[in-house]
């Protein structure tokens, strides 16, 4: 994909995407390039270099000599993990620290993947200053965002950022990530399935905005992913750097469009529900990337039974009551901004009986075209392991419950699980989608 060819032009979609990213570097040895890249783009030498633990011994250490043995000058910014995560959580203290040891002077520079990204680029944004991102897992779609994901109070709310000015993903560090990251990783990428068809559904019944071109990029990036999974398990060069482009290019999507839409839908807002929950009760969760997977086989299971469903036997209600007493119950303590949330679509998602059954055959040919990726999902993440993994065995089954239902609140964006529930099935077909589940981890 050549980013210049896409920036600043204008697109059939009648937009003129702007890509702000310089350079996307996916290849072996790609951190011999680093330091000549970073002195392509930047007249400064001062460097402010974001680690943790893991990603210092992963890629860090080699980085910072490199960049010493090129004249720069290095500033380390060592992040911890909370005692007893497995994981850096973005959270305000670590955003602080980073901050804190950041001047007005010099370029930032993260060297990781998720969490690191997330808040070195909303440091950098702060700050006022541009950063680049060595890679350091193929772990999670954000490395071209423009939005950062951090964890305030116990809820994830995302904030816009600047994005990175160059990707350096070099192929022999993400070969050697470890496997709970690559599996995190492919759960991002095949939740693209129901998130592309989300869009798709928002088209349908509210004539949504939609970009043919940025639909087609990540709907060719799944096709690469299900022909070369095998290749991706084995940590061939070809399957990792298959993965990788999928995961940098559909943020890149995102950034084309102006939010997630071509990336996002109920199979993350269940995760997100399920990180929220773990601050409200200070317990561990899966990455983001393994709940996105798991949720997958529920959000595919819903568009498999939609497009079997005569939609003329529906019964559409919209209860607004209702819904801010689920609402209460649901969001416990976090319920005042999903409630503010509800005011600010209750009109946008009111459907009619006649809006539902005029787009019924648009809807059900989307999905028809998508069959056979909603049927690989399963296939997908049993070949992967999901199913094997303990944290996934588990996974809290009320908070399972509770997110399956009601997750669809914590977003503005219509979904399958808006319909769902305006239709009075989300309980019904949520219940059976854990049921799958539950025989998978059997």
């Known amino acids: 994909m050549d980013i210049q060819k896409i920036s600043g032009k204008k697109c059939s979609c009648g937009r003129v995407h702007q890509i702000p990213i310089k350079d996307v570097l996916i290849e072996e040895n790609a951190l011999d390039q680093a330091a000549e890249l970073l002195k392509k783009t930047t007249n400064q030498r001062k460097i ?30 060592l992040l911890k ?37 997330d808040l070195t680029a909303y440091a950098a944004h702060k700050m006022q200053l541009p950063y680049s991102i060595v890679a350091t897992a193929p772990s999670m779609d954000g490395y071209a965002s423009s939005v950062s994901s951090i964890t305030v109070d116990g809820v994830k709310q995302t904030y816009n950022t600047t994005p990175p000015e160059l990707i350096i993903a070099d192929l022999n560090i993400l070969k050697a990530a470890p496997w709970k990251l690559i599996q995190s990783g492919l759960g991002d990428l095949l ?57 940098i290019y559909s943020g ?22 399920f990180d929220m929950y773990a601050g409200i009760f200070g317990e561990h969760v899966p990455t983001h990337g393994i709940k996105v997977g798991t949720a997958a086989l529920i959000s595919s299971d819903y568009y498999l039974k939609l ?22 119950a649901a969001y416990l303590d976090k319920d005042d901004g999903i409630l503010e949330l509800l005011d600010q679509r209750w009109e946008h998602d009111l459907i009619t009986k006649d809006d539902l059954l005029a787009a019924e055959a648009e809807i059900k040919n989307n999905i028809q075209k998508f069959k056979e990726y909603l049927l690989g999902v399963e296939t997908i993440l049993e070949d992967f392991g999901f199913f094997e993994r303990e944290d996934v065995k588990n996974l809290n089954r009320e908070w399972l419950k509770t997110a399956v239902n009601h997750c669809f609140e914590i977003r ?31």
């Open 48 to 77: 402010y270099l974001t680690v943790d633990q893991n990603t210092k011994k992963a890629a860090g250490a080699e980085l910072k000599e490199k960049l010493l043995k090129a004249d720069f000058e290095v500033v380390e910014i």
């Open 412 to 442: 503005f964006r219509y979904t399958i699980s808006t319909l769902l529930r305006q239709v009075g099935l989300l309980d019904k077909w949520g219940e059976e989608g854990i049921a799958k589940l539950e025989e998978k981890l059997a």
């Open 81 to 117: 993990e909370r005692k007893g995560n497995d994981h850096l959580v973005p959270e305000p203290g670590a955003l602080y620290k980073i901050i804190e040891n950041i001047e007005h002077d010099g370029y930032v520079l993260a060297c990781g993947s998720g969490s690191i990204n």
């Open 191 to 247: 939740g693209k399935v129901s998130s592309l068809l989300e869009w798709k559904l928002g088209v349908a019944i509210f004539d949504e905005y939609f970009c043919q071109e940025a639909f087609e990029l990540v709907e060719s990036l799944l096709n690469d992913l299900f022909n070369n999974s095998e290749k991706i398990i084995a940590r061939e060069k070809e399957g990792i750097e298959i993965l990788t482009k999928g995961l």
């Open 307 to 328: 497009l079997e469903t005569d939609f003329s036997q529906f019964e559409i209600t919209h209860n607004r009551k209702a819904r801010e007493k689920e609402i209460k």
């Open 252 to 273: 890149i999507s995102m950034m084309m469009v102006g939010s997630s839409r071509p990336a996002s839908g109920t199979e993350h807002h269940i995760s997100h529900f």
